[in-house]
């Protein structure tokens, strides 16, 4: 229950990152979801990608809207600053949260029904405005919250737990981000902690809006036979295409990947991003390309997993707008605001 204090003992072998903290400080209140839920794995995997890459907690910032996924910012980093906002509005406040401060790490979580029914309009704007964040959708095919309607990325055919198939074509998260020109977009599983850790980092080292679709099953409304969400059909499709690696910026850098199989991408912070294709084919800096690919792959109702698209060169919302260099909340006021006077002196010109 999340108003039960957890405990404090540590184990005196528990890990300790550069800044002196252990995973426990990366731990947030206790989770009041579901047992088995797919949402607290990737709290467990946010947790453990925060930790490796020594992140100050005072430095994050977690945002959600409305949903059992966008409960989850409670369960992580308890230090951290945090914004719960209205269903389907995050990204908004992430933008404009950006906007105020850019010395932020910004990590937004989601669900399918927060981000793909109500908060369309809102994703779709904070990609094409390349808001720099980390955005996680945990998406499970059910608005599980409100006890499990078909969201939008429900497929044709996925039935319900009454055993109702769904009808209406679904929107895939991943292939919509890629056409409105997303600079980082990946899918992952909840359940493959293993494959969704380094996403996370790299995703977290992108300079931009970094997009993960995480299968993220819900077990009470939508784990059952007939579902293409489930546990064990995630498992059974589930197809990786490039495995990626990521290499902090003071980590040895060891080249212990065969030539011409490895793309090595290094992020603005100086990390490197290591993407081995699994298909031959495969070039995960070719839009165009993963676009048809996934078509391909959907079409064979396979779920491709990995870092599927990565640009590095794009500029972020603060390179459209050419701020400044200062983050606003640090410009003095008076700089910001002259004041009624100063307007009215810009006003006598006009009369
Ligand atoms: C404006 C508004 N409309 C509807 C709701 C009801 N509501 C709460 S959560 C939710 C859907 C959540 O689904 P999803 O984002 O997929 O999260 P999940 O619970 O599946 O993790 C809905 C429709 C609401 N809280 N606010
Ligand atoms: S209802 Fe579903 S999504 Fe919500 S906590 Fe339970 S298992 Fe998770
Ligand atoms: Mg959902």
Same mark, same amino acid.
């Given at each position: 229950m999340s108003f039960m204090t957890? +405990?404090?003992?540590?184990?005196p $072998? *528990?890990?300790? &990152?550069? #800044?002196?903290?252990?995973? /426990?400080?990366? !731990?947030?209140? *206790?989770? @009041?979801?579901?047992?088995?839920?797919?949402? %607290?794995?990737? @709290?467990?995997?946010?947790?453990?990608a925060l930790f490796e890459?020594?992140? !100050? +907690?005072?430095?994050?910032a977690k945002l959600s809207g409305i949903g059992c996924s966008s409960k989850t910012p409670t369960y992580f980093v308890r230090d951290a600053h945090g914004f719960n906002s209205v269903h389907g509005r995050m990204p908004s406040i992430a933008a404009g949260a950006n906007a105020a401060n850019k010395d932020l790490l910004y990590v937004g979580i989601s669900g399918d029904g927060d981000s793909l029914s109500i908060g369309l309009g809102q994703f779709?704007?904070?990609?094409?405005? &390349?808001? &720099? *964040?980390?955005?996680v959708l945990e998406n499970n095919g059910v608005y599980g #919250?409100? $006890?499990?309607?078909?969201?939008?990325?429900? %497929?044709?055919?996925?039935t319900s737990?009454?055993?109702?198939? &769904?009808?209406q074509g679904p929107i895939d998260s991943v292939r919509l981000a890629l056409s409105l020109g997303a600079t980082f977009v990946a899918r992952s599983f909840s359940g493959d902690k293993h494959q969704l850790v380094p996403i996370l980092k790299a995703g977290i080292a992108h300079s931009g809006f970094a997009f993960v679709d995480v299968i993220s099953p819900c077990v009470t409304f939508n784990d059952h036979k007939g579902s293409t969400k489930s546990y064990a059909h995630t498992r059974e499709h589930m197809h990786e295409v490039?495995?990626?690696?990521?290499?902090?910026?003071?980590? !040895?850098? $060891?080249? %212990?990947?065969? !030539?011409?199989?490895? $793309?090595?991408? @290094? *992020?603005? %912070?100086?990390?490197?991003?290591?993407? /081995?294709?699994v298909d031959d084919d495969y070039d995960a800096s070719n839009r165009r390309r993963v676009v048809d690919y996934l078509a391909e792959t959907t079409a064979k109702g396979e779920v491709a997993t990995g870092l599927l698209y990565l640009e590095e060169s794009g500029a972020d919302m603060h390179g459209f707008e050419n701020t400044v260099d200062t983050p606003m909340v640090k410009i003095p006021y008076e700089t910001l605001c002259p004041g009624s006077s100063a307007l009215a002196d810009i006003q006598k010109e006009w009369v």
């Open positions: 957890k +405990p404090v003992a540590r184990h $072998k *528990m890990p300790v &990152n550069a #800044l002196g903290l252990t995973p /426990r400080d990366y !731990e947030g209140s *206790m989770s @009041t979801l579901c047992a088995g839920c797919g949402h %607290d794995s990737v @709290t467990a995997a946010l947790i453990q890459l020594n992140v !100050e +907690p005072h430095r994050l779709c704007h904070a990609i094409r405005r &390349n808001v &720099n *964040m980390l955005y #919250l409100t $006890k499990g309607q078909f969201s939008a990325s429900a %497929d044709i055919g996925s737990k009454a055993g109702v198939p &769904n009808r490039v495995e990626t690696d990521f290499v902090p910026l003071r980590a !040895e850098i $060891k080249a %212990d990947y065969a !030539e011409g199989s490895v $793309k090595a991408v @290094t *992020m603005h %912070d100086g990390s490197v991003v290591k993407l /081995r294709k």
